[in-house]
RNA sequence: GGCGGCAUAGCCAAGUGGUAAGGCGACGGUCUGCAAAACCGUUAUUCUCCGGUUCAAAUCCGGAUGCCGCCUCCA
């Protein structure tokens, strides 16, 4: 089965022929540097990681661009507000949002543009579109003129008519339509401004998009990435200036991620329920919050809440555990893996799933069933397994890799719940200690009784003890089941 | 007001014509001082409701109800 991706623009699963036989030209937009990135971010960060990683694993030449937009209103406001230069209020979140990507184990794209890179390209495009009559020019105020471009509303599919109609923007008397939109802003005083032609100003917002996607991937490219709400008017809008410009056409397939609701409200700054990724580093691994989101359907409305969370941490835990029995399963000795055909059929489901549209959720449900494979075999505990389980493991690494899961052990995902949980309570870990040996001896002096007491009071601090082989260990016990 | 989406077990969630994936929970079992953890097994004759098309519908059509998004900055 070939790789079907669904198109915004024609609302249907069409297949993916990229213009370039192997090759695929991929622009997602990036984040507007004034904040901390929330879960929102990672959402559509996680989703086109994997949708990269996927293309990748397919063989795909990719070339991956993802930008900064690092000038517009909200970065001068926080400069501003905060009173330091507006420059650095880039820096700062640039910095921010890598530590942020990298913790969840976003790879980066081949470019990472920042917008005031590109001013002078920025600016040429603006001249262009008014020598061609789609633009206008009020008081240093350029403004692209949607009536000029007749496939407007072709991607959000809507009329202009219909726009128009309900719309509830305040009117600027000063423009020929009401959805015309800025293409360049006269800078006012003490806000960062460019020397051009047609007036000192700064860049509007969709402009740099329009820039560096062609500048990187060229004019049309494959893959046109971001969040559903950027649909309109953010895409709607690039398309039309670019393709206003060139008279081509700009992008062949828009793929658009659908939103994170929290406790099923709409996470937004207003409401104020958003949830900072950092914030939610401080409670779960990274993988927690992958996992979570490849369980859905990129394209659906996904509801965050403490419930799916800890329900999805176990899961993972799971698939860490099987990844941790296979491997045990191999010890003592030279393993040569033998041909496990279940497992093959099982990858194959797995493609199949990914290539209809990323259908992550599908493709993990093959993950887990391999891992009821392993853990069947494993618990066979016959020598003559280990070698289907060597290859079934394999596959499975492979499959997970994929998705962008197993990038740690299952001792470094459990030490960093541990402390995570001993920093969120501000529990000694020494003192867990002592506990822990203090039920020990009176385990070993029968003492049930007071061990049992021990193993209490620690499961009230969240603590639960396992008596391993290998000795007594702590986990972490989560109170939402 | 205009445009669009969604409704599947206790919870989360795939599935767009061929007879309901997967995860969590629960229950049973193995294991254990007892537990826990881990693993295995079981867990929807049925897909919001009412009509219709079809040999066949969760899937298509019509209607009803409920929820949500976009039209304004937003991943």
Excluded at 39 to 50: E, L, W
Excluded at 130 to 142: E, M, R, S
Excluded at 374 to 397: H, V
């Amino acid at each position: 089965m070939a790789l079907k991706v669904y198109n915004t623009i024609s609302g249907k699963k069409e297949d993916f022929t990229p213009l370039s036989e192997g090759k695929v030209k991929l622009y997602v937009c990036g984040v507007t540097v004034y904040d901390h990135c929330h879960i929102g971010h990672a959402r559509s960060a996680i989703v086109f990681d994997t949708i990269y990683r996927y293309l990748l694993s397919k063989n795909y030449e990719v070339t991956y661009v993802k930008n900064f937009t690092d000038i517009d209103d909200k970065i001068i406001k926080k400069s501003q507000t905060e009173n330091i230069p507006w420059q650095e209020v880039g820096e700062k979140y640039i910095r921010s949002f890598y530590d942020d990507m990298d913790a969840l184990g976003v790879l980066r794209p081949d470019h990472e543009p920042r917008a005031t890179q590109h001013i002078g390209d920025m600016i040429a495009l603006v001249d262009t579109l008014l020598k061609k009559g789609h633009a206008y020019n009020i008081d240093g105020d350029v403004y692209f003129s949607v009536e000029s471009f007749k496939n407007y509303g072709q991607l959000s599919k809507r009329s202009l008519e219909e726009m128009v109609a309900g719309a509830r923007v305040e009117v600027d008397e000063r423009k020929r339509n009401p959805l015309d939109f800025a293409l360049w802003k006269a800078s006012k005083e003490g806000e960062p401004s460019w020397d051009t032609p047609f007036g000192a100003g700064r860049p509007g917002w969709h402009i740099e998009c329009s820039v560096m996607s062609t500048l990187y991937l060229g004019n049309p490219f494959d893959i046109h990435g971001g969040g559903k709400d950027l649909v309109f008017p953010h895409h709607e809008n690039e398309k039309a200036q670019t393709e206003a410009a060139t008279g081509e056409r700009f992008v062949n397939y828009w793929i658009h991620n659908g939103f994170v609701n929290i406790d099923r409200e709409k996470m937004s700054k207003s409401i104020g329920n958003t949830l900072s990724i950092k914030d939610f580093l401080k409670e779960y691994h990274p993988e927690v919050l992958r996992l979570f989101f490849l369980s859905n359907h990129y394209r659906s409305p996904v509801d965050y809440n403490e419930q799916s969370i800890e329900d999805v941490n176990r899961a993972l835990h799971r698939l860490y555990y099987t990844r941790q029995r296979a491997m045990e399963a191999q010890k003592g000795g030279k393993v040569e893996p033998r041909t496990y055909p279940e497992a093959d059929e099982i990858a194959k489901k797995f493609v199949d799933a990914m290539d209809d549209d990323f259908n992550t959720a599908l493709a993990l449900s093959y993950v887990f069933e391999l891992s009821k494979e392993i853990n069947r075999m494993a618990d066979e505990k016959d020598e003559s397994t280990a070698g289907l389980i060597a290859y079934a493991e394999g596959i499975y690494e492979l499959l997970a890799g994929t998705l962008g899961l197993f990038t740690d052990s299952i001792e470094a995902l459990e030490s960093q719940e541990r402390i995570r949980h001993l920093t969120r309570t501000g529990l000694d870990g020494t003192f867990v200690e002592q506990a822990i040996n203090d039920r020990v001896e009176a385990r070993k002096n029968k003492d049930f009784k007071k061990a049992d007491e021990i193993r209490n009071m620690l499961a009230e601090k969240g603590i639960m003890l396992l008596d391993t082989p290998k000795g007594t260990q702590w986990r972490v016990k989560h109170s939402v089941s």
